[in-house]
Antibody, heavy 120, light 107 residues
């Protein structure tokens, strides 16, 4: 059974960098796409971006200048870095596995999510 | 960015009811639409992708239809675990965008 688990600081100061890791168990991260989605408290979901295990990435245009995603196949983990954070970046961050299927895409496995608050 | 608008935003229903949730895109997205259920305090779960394809393991009471700009999620007989918030997600064009959600509450 494949499981995803987010980890990282729950509190980040404004202007600093948010760093999260998603640990994958039960399968290798190689060969798959992996993504991040976030949800501000009480609000809808927002797609942050995704990456393929060989390095191809796609980021939300509004975040592109601040986002970096990476993978560590040796640890079976993938990561999100979001720089120069503000209070607007406060959200539950979910990692998820992304599957392509004949021109369609879907997130079939999700982590439980981790709340990151931006505050001084 | 493509805007996704769900209706209604809130829906009151009882166990056994047939429930319909709509999602409209601000422009045509072919059949590039998925539906997700989010139970309170939990991560979203995939229900349907490609507008009408039931994800593996999802009960057959869920069905999806539509193409172009108008889509529907139908729950044929609402179960206790279906009281949740439902989101549509378009994967036709970047940035991928979610609807604002439809909360299904106990009547």
């Amino acid at each position: 059974q494949v499981q995803l688990q987010e980890s990282g600081p729950g509190l980040v100061k404004p202007s600093e960098t948010l760093s999260l890791t998603c640990s994958v168990s039960g399968d290798s991260i190689s060969g798959y796409y992996w993504g991040w989605i976030r949800q501000p408290p009480g609000r809808s979901l927002e797609w942050v971006g995704y990456m393929f295990y060989i390095g191809r990435t796609s980021y939300h245009p509004s975040l592109e200048s601040r986002v970096t995603m990476s993978l560590d196949t040796s640890k079976n983990q993938f990561s999100l870095r979001l720089s120069s954070v503000t209070a607007a970046d406060t959200a539950v961050y979910y990692c998820a596995r992304l599957r392509p299927h004949w021109g369609y895409w879907y997130f079939d496995l999700w982590g439980r999510g981790t709340l990151v608050s931006v505050s001084s | 960015a493509i805007q996704m608008t769900q209706s209604p935003s809130f829906l009151s229903a009882s166990v056994g009811d047939r429930v319909t949730i709509n999602c409209r895109a601000s422009e045509g997205i072919r059949s590039n639409l998925g539906w997700y259920r989010q139970k309170p305090g939990k991560a979203p779960e995939l229900l349907i992708y490609a507008a009408s394809t039931l994800h593996s393991g999802v009960p057959s009471r869920f069905s999806g239809s539509g193409s172009g700009a108008d889509f529907t999620l139908t729950i044929s007989s609402l179960q206790p675990e279906d009281f949740a918030t439902y989101y549509c997600l378009q994967d036709y064009d970047y940035p991928w965008t979610f609807g604002q959600g439809t909360k299904v509450e106990v009547k």
